[in-house]
Each structure stands twice: as structure tokens, then as C-alpha cells.
């Protein structure tokens, strides 16, 4: 089975602290997402790796910064955590290969709160 | 620029009757996947169903089915049988067939079975 962890289940931070929120998978994925998921607005892409130390923008990128330094880990990192960063924030993964590459693996969300 | 849309916030079946969820989505592309997600309480979002563009069949898996019309856009999920562990956020969502494999999202509708 694919796994996808996620370091922290629950997080509260103060306004302006550097936040880090990490994300393992190890089904040797080569595909990394990071969304956000807010009530009525459903999930938005933050941030997306095809490969080590590659990142592209999503649709809501301010704010934020990635970091890819092996294949199985991406981590999302708030330079500046502002109250307007307070989410649910989910990682996916998802396979390259032509017969497995439509389906996104969750995790279980990190439940982010800056205060 | 892609757009998934649910218009059904929530959304409440009586255990044992079927649901139709509904969805609808704009792209310019022709060749594409599109994707029912389910994420029940405090639990991973798991794949439901897909499908693709090209293939005029409708999805099936099990008691759940997709109504794919692909000239309207629309692309609704019937949950027949349904079953109290059917309760959850279900999030419509579509993917280019080509190219970056990132998801785009509806709203979500949150699903009630009551007993």
C-alpha cells in the first residue's frame, strides 16, 4: 500500500514564526504536491515537484516555499506565518509510470493554526 | 484556466437509497481525466473513481457510478445502497492528460446518510 505521512497532525504557531511541515512517501514517487484546503474553497495547489530539487507554482504560491532534497520528501515551509496561513494543509504523491500516474496519494493533512 | 464546480454544499440520503452528487467543470482541452475524491472525518482522501475523456463509458466501481457528459461538462457520481461509512467531504476533481499532473478541485459536498 502506498503511504503518504505527514509530520504533524496538529500545529499551532505564533504570527511570524518559520514553519515547517514535512511529507514522506515511499512508494518512490516521483510526484510531490502540496494543497491547502479551506471550508468552500476545496483544496488549492500550493506548490508541485516532478523531481528532485524541481518545484513549480501552483495557483496560491505567495507565502510559501518548497524544498526537495530526496525523492521521497517535500517539505512546505511558511517564512513568515501570517494568520491568513491558518489551513488544512494536505501533501499528495503520485507515480510517473503511464499505467499508474492517475491517481494522487493523500495524506493525512496537517491541521495548521497561527495565532 | 481549468474550472471544477459543485454546487451542492451538502447534501443528506436516507441509509439504503441512492445519492447523485453533482459537478461540473470548464477546460478548453479535449483529452483529460476527471475524478471523484472522498475524505470521511478526520481520515485520508481516497480515489473513489475516474475517468477518462475519451472512453464514452461511463465508470463503475461497485455500488458507485459516474454520469460523464462530456459536451455539458458534467460529471455527476451516483451512490446507490448507500452505507453509513458513505458519509464524508467528496471532492469532484480534473486532471489534463498530458503535461503537469496537477488536480484541480470542486468545493466539495459534504455527505450525510442518515439511518
Known amino acids: 500500500d502506498v503511504k503518504v505521512t505527514q509530520s504533524s497532525r496538529y500545529l499551532v504557531k505564533r504570527t511570524g514564526e518559520k514553519v515547517f511541515l514535512e511529507c514522506v512517501q515511499d512508494?518512490?514517487?516521483?510526484?510531490m504536491f502540496w494543497y491547502r484546503q479551506d471550508p468552500g474553497l476545496g483544496l488549492r495547489l500550493i506548490y508541485f515537484s516532478y523531481d528532485v530539487k524541481m518545484k513549480e507554482k501552483g495557483d496560491i504560491p505567495e507565502g510559501y516555499s518548497v524544498s526537495r532534497e530526496k525523492k521521497e520528501r517535500f517539505s512546505l515551509i511558511l517564512e513568515s506565518a501570517s494568520t491568513n496561513q491558518t489551513s488544512m494543509y494536505l501533501c499528495a504523491s503520485s507515480s510517473t509510470n503511464r499505467d499508474k500516474s492517475y491517481e494522487q496519494y493523500f495524506g493525512p493533512g496537517t491541521r495548521l493554526t497561527v495565532t | 484556466a481549468q474550472t471544477v464546480t459543485q454546487s451542492q454544499p451538502e447534501m443528506s440520503v436516507q441509509e439504503a437509497e441512492t445519492v447523485t452528487l453533482s459537478c461540473t467543470y470548464d477546460t478548453s482541452e479535449s483529452d483529460y481525466y476527471l475524478f471523484w475524491y472522498k475524505q470521511p472525518p478526520s481520515r485520508q482522501m481516497i480515489l473513489v473513481i475516474r475517468q477518462e475523456a475519451y472512453k464514452q463509458q461511463n465508470a463503475t466501481e461497485n455500488r458507485f457510478s459516474v454520469n460523464f457528459q462530456k459536451a455539458a461538462k458534467s460529471f455527476s457520481l451516483k451512490i446507490s445502497d448507500s452505507q453509513l461509512g458513505d458519509a464524508a467531504m467528496y471532492f469532484c476533481a480534473y486532471r489534463r492528460r498530458q503535461g503537469a499532473q496537477k488536480l484541480v478541485f470542486g468545493q466539495g459536498t459534504r455527505l450525510t446518510i442518515n439511518p
Open positions: 512508494m518512490d514517487h516521483e510526484n
